[in-house]
């Protein structure tokens, strides 16, 4: 089996974890496997989100060489944070602050590690890089009980993976690139009808939603996977 990881997010505390390494080495452990990365080269984002960002990393600065020294990687693209206009720095909709430009680059960076694709793979899996975060939920270990049951999955459908208690669906989910290929795009092209939907949503609406909004759209059958 032939996969790829693409890594991207902001690496904030990540590379002094064992968290992510401890994932990707049990993807390897199922076949043939090259990483992708594609990262903002401000290890934290200026803008808010549902969560208080780390104004200390705000203004640190990520080298290739940091990225070198914690894994062996394919292909690597570390871009400049683009600066945020203040009318965005904090959209206020239902009960949930985000950034809709945030989410934007955040799918942007998707695409990008996408693109970075040289061969074809059986899946392509999305991984960021802050799963330390998640310890809270047990979420390595969740995702890690998902990877030894992975023959049971199929690449044309959409996976991701929630833990109990826990939003987590835009932290880890797999599928075939031309599903991801298909996804992505159809968010990126539709972006306006993408921010009006989401403002629409009377819940905590999450980067994922949009996934599935995608999905849904395409008829692309999308699995949300409770550990």
């Known amino acids: ?15 002094n974890h064992q968290n992510l390494l401890n994932i990707i080495n049990k993807i390897k452990n199922l076949g043939e496997c ?43 693209h570390i871009y400049d944070e683009p600066n945020y206009s203040q ?21 942007i960076s998707i695409q990008k590690c996408i693109d970075m694709l040289d061969r074809e793979y059986d899946f392509v899996f999305r991984l960021r890089f802050d799963y330390h975060k998640f310890d809270y939920a047990n979420y390595t270990n969740d995702i890690i009980k998902v990877i030894k049951n992975f023959n049971n999955f199929n690449n044309k459908i959409f996976y991701s993976v929630k833990v109990k208690n826990a939003r987590g ?13 298909k996804i992505i795009k ?7 009808e993408i921010e009006n939907f989401g403002k ?13 909004y995608s999905c849904e759209k395409q008829q ?4 949300s996977i409770g550990t």
């Open 1 to 15: 089996m032939k996969i790829a990881i693409i890594l991207t997010g902001h690496v904030r505390h990540s590379l």
């Open 34 to 76: 090259d990483i992708y990365v594609c990262t903002s080269n401000k290890k934290e984002h200026s803008t808010i989100t549902w969560y208080n960002t780390d104004h200390i990393l705000q203004k640190e600065i990520l080298t290739a060489e940091e990225i070198d020294n914690f894994i062996k990687y394919k292909k690597l």
């Open 200 to 212: 629409n949503v009377n819940y905590y609406f999450m980067p994922e939603d949009l996934i599935k």
């Open 169 to 181: 669906e835009d932290s880890f989910f797999f599928s075939s690139k031309e599903n991801f290929n």
């Open 87 to 107: 009318e965005i720095k904090n959209i206020l909709w239902a009960k949930s602050p985000l950034s809709f430009v945030g989410v934007k680059n955040f799918y």
């Open 220 to 223: 692309i059958k999308y699995i």
């Open 186 to 192: 159809y968010i990126l092209d539709n972006f306006k």
